[in-house]
């Protein structure tokens, strides 16, 4: 579902998604190289990014970049499963790396 969209680091989370975890971090705050991907990937660099740390159905972990950290932060009230479409996890979360690392 998700493998079409050019909006990838390395690989792919696959749903089911539970979130584990949530933050936010400065766009200044990240390396030159992870700002200008993330611009790139998302359309826009806005001031903060807000972050969701999630377990896939295959038991990997993913970090979630959103550029509407207030979106992200719905999610924080408890570990729970995301119930997105595709279409709406594209758009509001279009970057994401491997691990629990923010790069």
């Known amino acids: 579902m998700l493998g079409s969209l050019r909006h990838r680091w390395r690989g792919e989370p696959r749903f089911p998604m539970t979130v584990a975890g949530h933050g936010r ?34 038991g990997h972990h993913w970090t979630l970049y959103s550029p509407d950290p207030e979106y992200a932060a719905l999610f924080a009230p408890a570990a729970h499963t995301l119930d ?19 790069t």
């Open 84 to 102: 997105l479409t595709g279409d709406v996890f594209a758009t509001k979360f279009p970057c994401w790396n491997d691990g629990w690392a923010i």
């Open 25 to 58: 971090v400065h766009h200044a705050r990240l390396s030159e190289r992870s700002r200008r991907r993330l611009g790139e990937m998302a359309g826009t660099t806005p001031d903060e990014w807000g972050l969701l740390f999630v377990v896939d159905g295959r």
